[in-house]
């Protein structure tokens, strides 16, 4: 009898879930609800029903259909802008991907005081991304007395025109991010390198590996999980770009930094009238589905990469 | 731990209780009184500015018992007044320019005004022309205009002077700017002329007023059936103009993305030799930019000698939210009067708006244009005469020169948008030597088309 009654489990009621604390898991779990709820999930939901209407929020919405998505489409300044986030994508892949992990490696190498130059590695990370950049801004001054210029001119350079040309804009802009961003990246690169075991190394040496071999065949392969999860997210990140055009150029020099960012902010702020929301929303529900299939299309293959 | 319970619940119950006797108290009291906010200053005005301000809402809850008002400081641009008309953000009173109030009383996003504007003493007084741009279509004021400008040209006189040129003969026709522009830039190593090149509509509108000043158009026809004509040959002119003095005389300077602010403060800091703006400005480099007023010259915009030559003219136009009840309405349109036109038509409040400015060390006697008739306009300059405290001699060209000037409003559809469109065209001028001009005013015009036509 005693058996029995040890493995039958006590009957479950409400009583029983607000007695075994089910009701303070409710309290606690309600603000992190109504948080993401409010400002996450209900945004998100009201961006697909304002892709479908013509609304500029002060007058009454009317149904539309696919209006808008053709309508950004057929906008000249569409493929200027994907354009120029392609580029600034680019450009970042190809300058801003390798610097942190080749400061990481290097600071990994120092043996004194290593902690000075991870804080410093970080410290532009630490400064406020509005601060910084017009910062720059005044240093990106085009005059020959401009801090960069004057810089350039101890090397003989001639001075540069920095944001004030179509062709230096971009670049430009990509310095300045590379700049404010790579430090976060090194310091995750600093935590994985701890994870390569130094007897892989030993073993290199007594192989006859120089240091440039030793990083191509050893520290590159091991890090390559994390190296392939910083790709994606650097290419999400620079994807959806708005801060550094729209501080330093307002997407100008001609249209020359205009991002697709920067593109929605124009469609539904740029009009003093009354923005057109159904554009913005329109091609930022492109743009996150353009990105979530880039993103499922890459994780799938580099699946056989990243595992072991 | 049961009388602890009881008597957290009867704490609860007691202070509900005493909130709602606050609530109901302050209801009370609030049914005597009404609240407005108000646009203040540009944000970063000088705590000077800011106090003669205060002093002058003060004046005005002393003579208005039932109000309260509440400074907001304010800055028309053209984003952030789309994203605060779209939160219903905006302050109860609240500034627009002449290109945008007629349209936005059309949609509804301002409140009419009409019942208490027609009950001011000086109704009748106002210019027709002016008070239309606050006027919808069918007849309902939603705006009372506060303040008209022209375009003129601003110079610096101790550039001019260093650049051995008479600072008190300033350049009256382009070529002569293009000359003394190219004279300051070698001798003293400033940009001798600099143009607004921002992407916020400003590079746009600064190059309307240019191809006015030669005598062209930007739109024919009104409403949405207007026809774009950016491409006409004197706008094309007009980029040469730049192109020329840009890449030929490199007497631009070197930096070309600036707006209204940067362009003041470049200025007053004494980094430009010529620029263009409404002639209203120098209030701004007071308040913002601390300009040495011995630098300070204002002239008339050069015309060509095209008989459709003339200078462009805006103003600014003081509104009500459209959400404001009754009383609020009522109170808005008594501090418009008070703080906006009375200095205007009243001797006894323009010398006391004139002593709170002179007192706080704000500039007094800014030229403007006549929001009313120009007997007025004349008697009211004749009021506070004694309180200028501009260096007026040194305006002395425009004040004498504007009046014989044809004076054209601004493209009457879509302006903002003719302007955006016409942004890129000025930076790629400016940045590009090889620019193809026509090809970008092409497109351009098919931009600034599409918008009149859907009246955006």
């Known amino acids: 009898m005693t058996r029995d009654s040890e493995h039958r489990l006590p009957r479950r009621t409400p009583l029983t879930w607000v007695r075994s604390g089910g009701l303070s898991t409710l309290l606690f779990l309600l603000p992190l609800l109504f948080v993401f709820g409010a400002f996450s999930w209900y945004p998100i939901v009201r961006t697909v029903v304002m892709s479908v209407q013509h609304t500029n929020l002060v007058q009454p919405a009317t149904w539309v259909g696919l209006k808008n998505f053709k309508a950004v489409v057929h906008d000249p300044l569409f493929p200027i802008a994907v354009k120029n986030t392609a580029y600034f994508a680019g450009l970042a892949l190809l300058f801003g991907y390798p610097i942190p992990l080749i400061g990481a490696v290097l600071m990994s190498e120092v043996r004194k005081r290593r902690g000075i130059y991870s804080a410093l590695a970080y410290l532009p990370v630490v400064i406020p991304p509005v601060v910084a950049v017009l910062l720059w801004k005044t240093f990106y001054d085009a005059s020959s007395t401009g801090v960069f210029n004057t810089i350039l001119g101890w090397v003989h350079i001639s001075p540069q025109p920095w944001l004030q040309s179509q062709g230096t804009a971009m670049p430009s802009l990509v310095l300045e991010s590379t700049w404010a961003n790579a430090g976060g990246t090194v310091i995750i690169y600093l935590a994985a ?116 | 731990m049961k009388s602890t319970r009881r008597t957290t619940c009867v704490a609860v119950a007691v202070g509900c209780l005493l909130i709602a006797c606050a609530t109901a108290a302050g209801a009370t009291a609030s049914a005597k009184s009404v609240t407005i906010s108000v646009a203040s200053l540009i944000p970063g005005s000088s705590a000077a500015a800011v106090q003669q301000f205060n002093q002058q809402v003060a004046q005005f809850e002393k003579a208005n018992p039932g109000i309260n008002v509440q400074p907001v400081e304010y800055q028309w641009t053209a984003p952030t007044f789309a994203a605060k008309l779209a939160a219903g953000t905006l302050p109860t009173v609240f500034e627009v320019p002449f290109t945008d109030a007629r349209t936005l009383g059309e949609n509804g996003q301002l409140a009419d005004i009409t019942s208490y504007v027609k009950k001011l003493p000086y109704y009748s007084k106002y210019n027709p022309a002016v008070l239309a741009e606050g006027t919808t279509s069918k007849g309902k004021i939603v705006a009372l205009p506060k303040g008209a400008y022209a375009q003129a040209l601003h110079y610096n006189r101790k550039l001019f002077v260093q650049a051995g040129l008479n600072p008190n003969k300033p350049p009256s026709t382009w070529g002569q700017v293009i000359t003394d522009a190219k004279i300051i830039a070698q001798k003293t190593g400033k940009a001798g002329y600099a143009e607004m090149g921002k992407s916020d509509n400003t590079a746009g509108w600064i190059l309307t007023t240019v191809v006015y000043s030669l005598g062209g158009r930007m739109e024919t026809g009104s409403g949405t059936s207007a026809k774009a004509t950016l491409t006409n040959p004197l706008t094309v002119q007009a980029l040469n103009m730049l192109k020329k003095m840009r890449w030929t005389d490199n007497s631009m300077g070197s930096n070309f993305d600036m707006g209204w602010s940067d362009i003041n403060q470049q200025f007053a800091a004494g980094n430009i030799g010529m620029y263009i703006s409404g002639s209203d400005v120098y209030t701004n480099l007071v308040q913002a930019s601390n300009i040495d007023p011995s630098i300070y010259g204002l002239a008339p915009i050069p015309l060509s000698k ?51 400015l002179v007192a706080n060390k704000q500039p007094v006697g800014v030229p403007a244009l006549p929001i009313f008739n120009l007997k007025q306009y004349n008697l009211a300059n004749t009021w506070i005469k004694p309180y200028i405290n501009v260096p007026l001699g040194q305006m002395k060209p425009f004040t004498t020169g504007v009046f014989k000037q044809k004076l054209i409003p601004e493209p009457g559809s879509s302006t903002q948008s003719v302007y955006a469109a016409l942004d890129p065209v000025v930076q790629a001028v400016l940045t590009d030597k090889n620019a193809d001009v026509e090809s970008l005013l092409e497109q351009a015009n098919s931009v600034a088309q599409s918008a009149i036509s859907s009246g955006a």
């Open chain 1, 193 to 308: 390198l701890t994870s390569v075991n130094t007897e892989l190394y030993e073993a290199a040496a007594v192989d006859g590996a120089g240091i440039l071999r030793k990083i191509w065949h050893i520290t590159l392969p091991q890090l390559r999980g994390v190296l392939l999860v910083t790709m994606i997210l650097q290419i999400i990140g620079t994807a959806q770009v708005f801060l550094e055009p729209y501080l330093f150029t307002s997407g100008g020099p001609a249209n020359s930094t205009l991002t697709v960012l920067l593109l929605i902010y124009n469609y539904a702020f740029g009009n003093s009238l009354g923005g057109d929301y159904g554009k913005a929303t329109a091609l930022s529900l492109m743009l996150a589905v353009f990105l979530a299939l880039f993103s499922w299309i890459y994780l799938r293959a580099t699946r056989s990469w990243s595992t072991e």
């Open chain 2, 306 to 356: 095209n008989k459709n030559a003339g200078v462009l003219g805006g103003g600014t136009l003081a509104a009500v939210k459209p959400s404001a009840n009754a009383a609020q309405k009522a109170a808005a349109v008594k501090w418009m009067d008070f703080f906006y036109e009375q200095p205007l038509v009243s001797k006894p409040q323009a010398v006391r708006n004139a002593q709170t």
